[in-house]
């Protein structure tokens, strides 16, 4: 399934050609999410994955958060990519509600032998980030928010205690399908609502440097000044 919108399926096809090949842990984190039905829509796309992977590496990222971990493909990712650089001092925290599907997320992080450089706090990550902001509050580098969609204002706020002057936040899915083009939508639904007015803050908003990207679904990029 693509979830890059307005890419063509042979499009889709030859951006994943013209990256490098997943992990084989990525890859059966992949195949296995998919197995799982309808669900598998919330999984990044590998080309965001590599996305990731190069944020991680212009960040030099050593501690990240992640908000949403699903059955782990992101978190690995970008994982990976920190330890490329930190080795075994790379750091993610990654924030989930699911035990089910952060269960899954522990056997790809444990093939991919990184099982103890990814903590996981299961619970609402509202409650979950004030105790972060407590113990981390301007120590990291990068954070990728990919939870609930009405949440995201709240995570935004935390993660600009979060992160570093020069660390990078990056919010998920904000073209939700194109529905944040549809005043009817924005009007009705309380997601897509939610969507357009972080865009809206962001974009107006001066404590950081900021572009809404069309990958995948969207990804929308700041960086706190
Ligand atoms: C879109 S999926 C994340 C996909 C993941 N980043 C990946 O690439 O596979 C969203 C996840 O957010 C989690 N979630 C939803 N509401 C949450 C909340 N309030 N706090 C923490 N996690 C939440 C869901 O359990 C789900 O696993």
Known sequence: MSRSIGLSPDLVSYVRSANRSEHQALARCRVETDAMGDVARMQ???????????CARLVSARLAVEIGVFTGYSALATLLAMRAIHGDDARLIGCDVSEDYTGRARTYWAEAGVSDQIDLCLGDARETLGRLVKAYAGKVDMIFIDADKTGYDAYYEAALKLVRPGGLILFDN??????VARPDRIATDADTAALAALAAKVRDDDRVDMAFTTIGDGILMAVRR
């Open 44 to 54: 990044i796309s590998p080309e965001q994955g590599a996305f990731l992977q190069l």
């Open 174 to 179: 904000v073209l939700w399908g194109g529905d």
